[in-house]
């Protein structure tokens, strides 16, 4: 199957035919079922990682004719019950090495679904590490296969696929370790985590020097992380026009517009650019860590600006490493609202805690081929934590597919 940058739930959803990357489940909650049961989830899971990625669709019955055609969805309780918590102890209790997946609650035509989203191994096939009677034997390899079963690698051609696809994969990361080296030759020794926050918190105590603001507004920080240092044009002019050309194009912009991209000032090891008008400012560092901080008024924030600014701001990430020629090369999106207590979102929803976070680190080829699900995704977590009803998180989706393709 090719990559799953990007994918649409509805489709899934109403597919009707189980495949090695598809397979449909009726509605369950997952603190009801008995282990036998939860092991069969995660023999699935384990066997599409193990293939080449795929999707567990949990909500869609069969009718008379075997056909998965019966639409049910689950209820909110069953929804809520799979929790990645609880789910992911479960999981990586039996298999060795741990899964990457996420766990998807879209709407479908009115009716909730979990959909659990699997990505193929990185490095190592998972192993089963400890069975479940009748559903998972100790140290067996699961596979998916074209008729839509999920069993043991067995014969000799599937356990040798296994290994090609292990030594592929060795061969890809040999890959972006010499590019990395390749990298630190030019640019120096790769920046620590510990000195890109340390960056950050000077860059946004520079901001706040600089910009008091007025009222009582939060202040809004969005960053791109790189995992590596990245290689930069040396000549501040034609960063800063780099930086323009990366920003999303549109009429009355919520995250920078192109003449604020475009005015970067040299500074020690950054480009930075404090605007003269308004309480903002960005700063591009010179190993490739990117961070803009914005005050904005309470009273005046809406469900729609939280995605306009979502949009933008992953569409701008998106463009930037396009732009910087990156493919693999992985990039952690940071937004955050502090303090998160005193902001209101559509007049009425709001947050019980002080700071509100979220991130999600994707390789900068990723971001870019699916800007849309990676700013929704991003905008689901923010909006959770604001409190918002499932209603509204759901619509976020569409608003942002919206607002990309009419620009």
Not at 64 to 90: I, K, L, M, R
Not at 107 to 132: D, Q
Request: proline content about 5%; overall charge neutral; charged content about 25%.
């Amino acid at each position: 199957m090719s990559p799953m940058r990007s994918y649409d739930f509805a489709e899934l959803v109403t597919r009707q035919v189980e495949s090695d990357e598809l397979d449909y489940k009726s509605a369950m909650s997952w603190r009801t079922m008995t282990r036998q049961e939860k092991g069969k989830i995660v023999r699935h899971l384990t066997a599409f990682a193990n293939t080449g990625g795929g999707f567990l669709v949990i909500g869609v019955g069969e009718d008379a004719s075997g056909v998965p055609g019966v639409y049910t969805g689950v209820s909110e309780e069953q929804a809520g019950s799979f929790d990645p918590t609880p789910v992911g102890n479960f999981i990586n209790a039996h298999i060795e090495p741990p899964l990457d997946y996420t766990i998807e609650r879209p709407m479908v035509n009115g009716k909730r679904y979990v959909i659990f989203v699997v990505r193929p191994f990185k490095n190592l096939p998972h192993v089963c590490s400890k069975g479940v009677e009748g559903e998972l034997q100790e140290g067996i390899f699961y596979i998916r296969t074209a008729e839509a079963s999920s069993r043991p690698a067995r014969r000799a051609h599937e356990l040798q696929e296994l290994i090609r696809r292990c030594m592929r994969n060795e061969r890809e990361q040999l890959g972006r370790i010499l590019r990395g080296i390749l990298y630190e030759s030019r640019l120096g020794d790769t920046v620590e985590s510990g000195q890109q926050n340390d960056m950050l918190l000077d860059a946004e105590r520079y901001f706040r020097r600089r910009k008091v603001h007025s009222k009582s507004g939060a202040l809004v920080k969005f960053s791109i992380i790189p995992a590596t240092s990245l290689m930069l044009p040396g000549n501040p002019a034609e960063l800063s026009s780099l930086i323009s050309a990366s920003v999303y194009s549109c009429s009355n912009p919520r995250f920078l517009s192109r003449s604020e991209a475009a005015n970067g000032k040299k500074a020690s090891n950054s480009l930075r650019f404090l605007a003269p008008d308004k309480p903002l400012m960005w700063q591009f560092f010179d190993h490739g860590l990117f961070c803009c901080f914005r005050y904005l008024d309470p009273a005046e924030l809406t469900s729609e600006d939280l995605a306009r600014f979502c949009a933008e701001a992953t569409a701008f990430a998106g463009n930037l490493g396009k732009l910087l020629n990156l493919g693999e090369e992985l990039l952690t999106l940071q937004l955050v609202f502090s303090p998160a207590g005193e902001m209101v979102i559509d007049q009425q929803y709001h947050s019980s805690v002080k700071e509100i976070s979220a991130e999600i680190r994707r390789s900068a080829a990723d971001l870019a081929s699916g800007r849309e699900n990676h700013a929704a995704r991003l905008l689901r977590r923010i909006g959770e934590q604001f409190q918002l009803p499932d209603k509204n998180i759901d619509r976020f989706d569409n608003a942002i597919r919206t607002f990309l393709e009419s620009r």
